[in-house]
């Protein structure tokens, strides 16, 4: 990478720049752990790594391509179909079922996550008429509740039910399905894809009515780890060969960035996942 030329005494007379100060400071705090972990990382990105014909970690998800919570092939498939709408692929990369989105949401709702096992679940329930459609409420939620003067917006409710979110995939799929069948008679990973827009938007517009849950709940729980699938470190099971990374140049993590701190232009970095760091710690 080129780098900005100037004259060799600028950065004498400007004293130390900030640069070489976060250098030197990191330096200074590995010398200190005197060959503790953060010592060892600082030491390590100055060593040039010897090459290695070893293929990246990263290059393949194909062990996280085995469902765990969707044992129904068809279920999957209306899965994979809802969050391709979502995410299409395009000229600038792949769309969902490309990136592996519908395997990330799987291995998810098969984990805690999926069945809220960290989180209160316990009541009170509203259990009358109008707690049931509470998502119809005003969704300024900085007016809501105690301490809504420092709340911060949110663009919807706040989680308040007691399914867990396995049990709000499993209604929503159910939902899209029974949706399909009744307006055109057909699979809803059969149908075209305007159709399947229109049955999305009925969701999220909350104009289907759903089992224990608002459909513009299951819609927003959906899209969220469709974006997650996307673009979360391919150890967990989506972003496909770091493909959304590389659509928006995201190197992923880094232990440090010692090598670019005087670069002047944009560095381009090639992608890691945490998959590379776990096989060089063995």
């Known amino acids: 990478m080129s780098k900005a030329q100037g004259p060799k005494n600028t950065q004498d007379k400007k004293g130390m720049s900030r640069r070489n100060f976060m250098k030197n400071t990191g330096l200074l705090a590995g010398g200190l752990v005197g060959g503790g972990l953060f010592g060892g990382l600082i030491t390590n990105q100055m060593k040039k790594q010897p090459a290695t014909d070893k293929k990246p970690a990263t290059s393949e998800n194909k062990d996280m391509e ?3 919570f969707f044992s129904k092939t068809e279920d999957f498939e209306t899965i994979s179909a809802a969050t391709e709408r979502l995410f299409p692929e395009d000229k600038l990369g792949p769309g969902a079922i490309g990136l592996g989105v519908p395997y990330f949401i799987d291995r998810q709702l098969s984990s805690d996550w999926g069945s809220n096992a960290k989180e209160y679940m316990k009541g009170p329930f509203p259990q009358n008429q109008e707690a049931a459609y509470y998502e119809d409420q005003s969704k300024d939620q900085n007016k809501q509740g105690p301490n809504s003067v420092t709340q911060v917006a949110a663009p919807t ?15 929503g799929v159910k939902t899209l399905q029974a949706t399909a069948q ?9 149908l075209e894809g305007e159709q399947m827009d229109e049955i999305l938007t009925m969701l999220e517009e909350g104009k289907v009515r759903m089992n224990g849950i608002h459909s513009t709940v299951f819609f927003n729980l959906l899209l969220q780890t469709t974006i997650e699938g996307a673009y979360a470190d391919p150890v967990y099971g989506g972003n496909r060969n770091m493909a959304g990374w590389k659509m928006k140049e995201f190197p992923g993590p880094r232990m440090g960035y010692l090598g670019q701190i005087e670069d002047e232009e944009f560095a381009v970095m090639k992608q890691e996942s945490l998959r590379d760091y776990q096989e060089m710690w063995g």
């Open 66 to 68: 085995a469902r765990t």
């Open 182 to 190: 009744s307006k055109h008679k057909k699979k809803f990973f059969e």
């Open 157 to 171: 409710p706040r989680y308040q039910t007691r399914m867990n979110r396995g049990e709000i995939f499993r209604e």
